[in-house]
């Protein structure tokens, strides 16, 4: 079962620094784009950053300058590092795939993380 997981949320002040991961484990043959997501308390989930394959990077307009994702095809793994975070950051961030998967058969599928917490607050 592929499987995606987050890690390095937590409480940061205003102007602070996190570095976000996200582990794919699982059959899997390649993963296409990677990505994260976030949900603020009462906002729709938005797109925050994406990677492609060939490492290609989007930004939504509200962290360009501040955050950088990276990816490690090696092992598996989307990075997002976030700097000069600022109280309107706080969101449960989702880690998101695009995979091609082995089991049960060969296909495109679309994976999520369970998410983490971060919180800019001073």
């Known amino acids: 079962q592929v499987q995606l997981v987050e890690s390095g949320g937590g409480l940061v002040q205003p102007g602070g620094s996190l570095r976000l991961s996200c582990v794919v484990s699982?059959?899997?043959?390649?993963?296409?784009?990677m990505g994260w997501f976030r949900q603020g308390i009462g906002k729709e989930r938005e797109l925050v950053a994406t990677?492609?394959?060939?490492?290609?990077?989007k930004y939504a307009d509200s962290v360009k300058g501040r955050f950088a994702v990276s990816r490690d095809n090696a092992k598996d793994t989307v990075y997002l590092q976030m700097d000069n975070l600022k109280p309107e950051d706080t969101a449960v961030y989702y880690c998101?795939?695009?995979?091609?998967?082995?089991?049960?058969?060969?296909?495109?599928?679309?994976?999520w993380g369970q998410g983490t917490q971060v919180t800019v607050s001073s």
């Open positions: 699982g059959s899997i043959s390649s993963i296409n784009s």
């Open positions: 998101n795939a695009d995979i091609w998967t082995l089991v049960p058969r060969y296909n495109l599928r679309n994976y």
């Open positions: 990677i492609s394959s060939g490492g290609t990077r």
